[in-house]
């Protein structure tokens, strides 16, 4: 069973207790690092005030670099999906037509 203890994050000088299991804890610090990044360039920015304001918005931005990310996935899985097809009706045709050339020289 995993044990999952809380764990002392900083964000925007505000400590945070978050529960998190050993094997979680790499990946919860590099969340919390570019979570609290995203949050800096804002609150440098002078164009937001307010830490709730400042969440918000930066919550926004990683929302749409995500959603940006998954478009981009779907997008290239779509076109690698279509070169695969396209590749296997040309080595299938190709195999057809070697089959037949051997059967017609028969």
């Given at each position: 069973?995993?044990?999952?203890?809380?764990?002392?994050?900083t964000i925007?000088?505000?400590?945070?207790?978050?529960?998190?299991?050993?094997?979680?804890?790499?990946?919860?610090?590099?969340?919390?690092?570019?979570?609290?990044?995203k949050?800096?360039?804002?609150?440098?920015?002078?164009?937001?005030?307010g830490?709730?304001?400042?969440?918000?918005?930066?919550?926004?931005?990683?929302?749409?670099?995500?959603?940006?990310?998954?478009?981009?996935?779907?997008?290239?899985?779509?076109?690698?999906?279509?070169?695969?097809?396209?590749?296997?009706?040309?080595?299938?045709?190709?195999?057809?037509?070697e089959?037949?050339?051997?059967?017609?020289?028969?």
């Open positions: 069973m995993t044990q999952s203890d809380p764990v002392a994050v925007l000088d505000k400590e945070y207790l978050v529960s998190c299991g050993e094997h979680e804890r790499e990946r919860l610090y590099a969340t919390v690092e570019y979570i609290n990044d949050m800096l360039d804002l609150k440098n920015s002078g164009k937001i005030i830490t709730e304001r400042i969440a918000v918005m930066a919550a926004l931005n990683i929302a749409s670099e995500l959603l940006a990310y998954k478009q981009e996935k779907k997008d290239y899985t779509s076109s690698v999906d279509t070169t695969v097809k396209r590749l296997y009706t040309k080595i299938n045709d190709a195999v057809i037509q089959n037949q050339t051997k059967t017609s020289g028969r």
